[in-house]
């Protein structure tokens, strides 16, 4: 099946550093010329690696969103997040949907 907008979605979930390591494989799908957009979904103890006030530096046509209910487990509010992150309400509901509409799932 050939998609017009492909979508690759990395799952970071284990540690603080699977943030950067899954910036790191966007950019690596973006240099190796896969046309595709990359959302990175974060949830678990990798939500850490999403707070503080330094920007996320995205490579074009990623985004960075972080699961509320891992979030509120962690006592992490939305202010506390890296700027440009943005939320989705449950990661488990977003990893599915992406799926069911056909995204690559890679788990970090």
């Given at each position: ?5 492909r ?6 979930s ?9 910036l790191a ?20 103890a ?9 920007p996320?530096?995205l ?6 969103e ?8 962690r ?7 890296r ?8 990661a488990?509901a ?8 056909g995204a690559?799932y890679?788990?970090?």
């Amino acid at each position: 099946m050939v998609q017009d907008h492909r979508v690759v979605v990395l799952h970071a979930s284990n540690e603080p550093a699977d943030v950067e390591r899954a910036l790191a494989a966007a950019e690596t799908l973006r240099t190796k010329g896969l046309p595709a957009h990359v959302r990175i979904i974060v949830n678990g103890a990798a939500l850490d690696g999403l707070t503080g006030t330094e920007p996320v530096s995205l490579p074009p046509d990623t985004e960075v969103e972080a699961c509320l209910v891992g979030m509120g487990k962690r006592g992490i509010t939305t202010n506390q997040l890296r700027p440009a992150v943005r939320t989705v309400p449950a990661a488990v509901a977003a990893l599915a949907q992406a799926q069911f509409d056909g995204a690559a799932y890679i788990r970090l």
